[in-house]
């Protein structure tokens, strides 16, 4: 294996240790899964790839609290906040294997139904290549952007532990950064084992974390990203953008936002096969969404518009997601992607300042 494939992997794993400290402090304990499902056929090509079922087994490593940011989480029943290690079978030798690892928090919903919500990285142990793997179109790179999305239930209480079932969906894909990228969107059917529900103290009462301190906020980020277009191993086009908006804030956790983008997107000259110039290379879109907050990490989810010049083959929808984490005050270092067509079309990095 070479040096830089092998350094990838150990980035995947360290990358997922950095809220350890905080939850080793709150009495962390293990959780167990196993699950099948079904890698859906998204688009036309993905028809050839899934022939089985999928399969997978992992870990889990966090705490319920109430502490930190988790306090303004107040109905009494804490969050659970954690690491998911995982390893997946995607149900063909074309799609092959994924080992991911996942920051994940899960949300009281109603009762005993909880609500699971992660980003991470996955690692392709078999992506495509021209020589070894013509057929495993799917994902074209090792190192893959990973989302979790699940929706969970208790099925019995065992003591210190208690059985739970989940059904979700997880999604892999490197954004467009290297073709091919159909990506692996997962559905599975999980049976956990995980500890019984700890609070480490009494449900509080609603106070003054739930109110904002302003209801009206702006914003404006700056973001660059790539984009790989037609046949693997061709050019990758630069996509800048910069983009301003405005948060309507119900709670300290839950903002609703509208946003207009200006982007500079290089790769319109390779999709138009034509010469264009610096206007014609310019998109203006329009965003509405939601931004949720998990303490100092946000994750941003806008429903967006392209209103000039947009890409022939993707169309003028997609959904723009970020996740963003407030190193100083005010200031996010975010990184996301934008999906046409239920696809991820290019990835970025950026940087935003409230005001």
């Known amino acids: 294996m070479r040096i830089h494939s092998i350094l990838h992997i150990g980035f995947v794993f360290l990358l997922s240790f950095g809220p350890r400290g905080e939850l080793s402090a709150q009495s962390a ?5 196993g699950q099948a499902g079904y890698v859906l056929p998204h688009r036309s090509e993905m028809h050839a790839l899934v022939t089985g079922h999928s399969w997978g087994f992992g870990a889990e490593h966090g705490s319920w609290s109430q502490n930190g940011w988790r306090a303004e989480w107040r109905d009494g029943r804490g969050i659970w906040e954690g690491v998911e290690y995982a390893w997946l079978d995607a149900g063909s030798s074309s799609m092959g294997q994924i080992v991911s690892a996942m920051w994940k928090v899960k949300i009281p919903v ?30 074209g790179t090792h190192l893959n952007a990973g989302l979790h999305l699940g929706l969970s ?27 091919p990228n159909l990506g692996i969107n997962n559905l599975f059917l999980r049976l956990c084992l995980i500890p019984q529900r700890f609070i480490d103290h009494a449900p509080l009462p609603q106070n003054s974390l739930e109110i904002p301190q302003v209801k009206w906020s702006g914003f404006s980020a700056i973001r660059t990203g790539i ?29 609703a936002v509208v946003a207009a983008d200006l982007s500079y ?55 723009h997601a970020a996740f963003g984490y407030e190193l100083w005050p005010q200031w996010r270092l975010e990184i996301g992607l934008r999906s046409f067509r239920l696809r991820a079309d290019y990835a970025y990095l950026g940087i935003s300042r409230a005001f």
């Open 29 to 33: 304990r293990w959780g167990f899964h």
């Open 110 to 139: 109603w009762r005993s139904v909880t609500g699971e919500l992660g980003s991470g990285l996955g690692w392709a142990l078999s992506p495509y290549d021209l020589e070894k793997r013509p057929l495993s179109f799917a994902l």
């Open 153 to 179: 239930a208790k099925l019995v209480d065992l003591g210190s532990h208690e059985a739970v079932i989940t059904a979700g969906l997880t999604h892999f894909s490197n954004g467009a950064v290297s073709m």
């Open 227 to 255: 984009r790989d277009v037609n046949l693997p191993g061709g050019v990758r086009h630069p996509v800048s953008s910069c983009m301003a908006g405005v948060l309507r804030h119900y709670s300290t956790r839950f903002a």
């Open 265 to 319: 997107n290089q790769s319109l000259r390779e999709t138009t096969g034509i010469a264009l110039s610096a206007m014609q290379r310019t998109q203006w879109a329009s965003q509405l969404g939601v931004d949720v907050c998990f303490g100092r990490a946000h994750l941003v989810l806008l429903q967006g518009w392209v209103w000039s010049n947009p890409d022939v083959a993707l169309g003028r929808r997609h959904l």
